[in-house]
């Protein structure tokens, strides 16, 4: 059980265009959403968090209107990278927050950025 | 907020042999400390979590141990194996407690390689 899922799992796109990433709970209700950026080598970074029905809080240094975030369903996220850059080209990973304290983590969308 | 830092950055060790990598907190109200391992590529996988009411938790070959009073929990795999060859994270609350948000904290992350 918990599953998360995230399409696309590789997007390629030109500078200046913008990325849709969806993020959907499986088998079960994400009561809260996150969505984290990860470099190569490094640790994820929690970008922002987001539940159902309300405006997602962004982590301080993430620009809000770049990384736009809608939480439309108790099992469904997007994340869209609006006039995308190089240096946005990243690893996108989200997970889904039940009732408990665990999170369970997508298996991440590679952005790369021409 | 909550800082976590994560020893060693890198791990080599024989099969068979353990392996134990260590994390420690500031915020004392922390309660919750799970552990991830992360294969090249792929996602975080939940291996194994403690909550601050015990000190120590064992599934199989992975255990964590957990000291409050010196703000530290450690993983421990025993009779390692080449799959156990990933990078592991740790976590912590971000606010201290688990809060309505979830949002956790992680450490730089530790990569494990174990040769045959």
């Known amino acids: 059980g918990a599953v998360v899922s995230q399409h696309p799992s590789r997007v390629i796109c030109k500078s200046g265009t913008s990325v849709k990433i969806e993020c959907r709970s499986l088998?079960?209700?994400?009561?809260?959403m996150f969505w984290y950026r990860q470099f190569p080598k490094q640790s994820l970074m929690l970008m922002a968090t987001?539940?159902?029905?309300?405006?997602?809080?962004?982590e301080q240094g993430v620009e809000k209107d770049k990384f736009l975030i809608n939480h439309a369903s108790l099992t469904l996220s997007t994340l869209t990278v609006t006039s995308a850059h190089p240096e946005d080209s990243s690893f996108y990973i989200c997970?889904?927050?039940?009732?408990?304290?665990?999170?369970?983590f997508g298996p991440g969308t590679r952005l790369t950025v021409l | 907020g909550e800082n976590v830092e994560q020893h060693p950055s890198t791990l080599s060790v024989q099969e068979g042999d353990s392996a134990v990598i260590k994390c420690t907190y500031s915020?004392?109200?922390?309660?919750?400390f799970p552990w991830y391992k992360q294969e090249l590529g792929k996602r975080p996988q939940l291996i194994i979590d403690?909550?601050?009411?015990?000190g120590e938790k064992k599934d199989q070959r992975i255990a964590v141990t957990l000291n409050k009073t010196a703000k530290h929990f450690s993983l421990h795999i025993t009779e390692t194996q080449p799959e156990d060859s990933a990078v592991y994270f740790c976590?912590?609350?971000?606010?201290?407690?688990?809060?309505?948000?979830?949002?956790?904290?992680f450490g730089a992350g530790t990569q494990v390689v174990v040769t045959p």
């Open positions: 997970s889904g927050r039940a009732l408990g304290d665990t999170q369970y």
């Open positions: 088998d079960f209700q994400a009561t809260t």
């Open positions: 987001s539940n159902e029905g309300s405006k997602a809080t962004y």
């Open positions: 915020d004392s109200a922390s309660n919750y």
């Open positions: 403690i909550r601050s009411n015990v």
């Open positions: 976590a912590a609350p971000r606010g201290g407690l688990v809060d309505s948000w979830g949002k956790l904290q």
